[in-house]
Nanobody, 122 residues
Framework: VQLQASGGGLVQPGGSLRLSCAVS????????IAWFRQAPGKEREGVSC????????TYLDSVKGRFTISKDYAKNTVYLQMNSLKPEDTAIYYC????????????????WGQGTQVTVSS
């Protein structure tokens, strides 16, 4: 397994979760890492991405100001801190890697981790 996503769960609206994407077999300098999500009956959408060397970040408009992506080289892990969660954030979240710049389309990513379920509900 090259990407291992974890940290999902059930949280009330307004709550927070931190997702982790642990990578193995390679270092974060070589790949851009993105988080995608897929809700039932909907297409997979890009949530956030962090570039491989300069650490530039991108966000889906609906999560800007609430989600923060970061990476820890020592732990070889990318995080997605999610605050002020809303019911519409409910989805399975996936991390994926790309050997070039960040892209928003899931078809541009070849290697995926397994998903982690995030449910926002009261």
């Amino acid at each position: 397994v090259q990407l291992q996503a974890s940290g999902g769960g059930l949280v009330q609206p307004g709550g927070s979760l931190r997702l982790s994407c642990a990578v193995s077999g390679w270092t974060l300098d070589y790949y851009a890492i993105a988080w995608f999500r897929q809700a039932p009956g909907k297409e997979r959408e890009g949530v956030s991405c962090i570039s491989r060397r300069d650490g530039l970040t991108t966000y889906l408009d609906s999560v800007k100001g609430r989600f923060t992506i970061s990476k820890d080289y020592a732990k070889n892990t990318v995080y997605l801190q999610m605050n002020s969660l809303k019911p519409e954030d409910t989805a399975i979240y996936y991390c994926a890697r790309r050997a070039d710049t960040c892209q928003s389309r899931s078809s541009q990513y070849r290697t995926w981790g397994q998903g982690t379920q995030v449910t926002v509900s009261s």
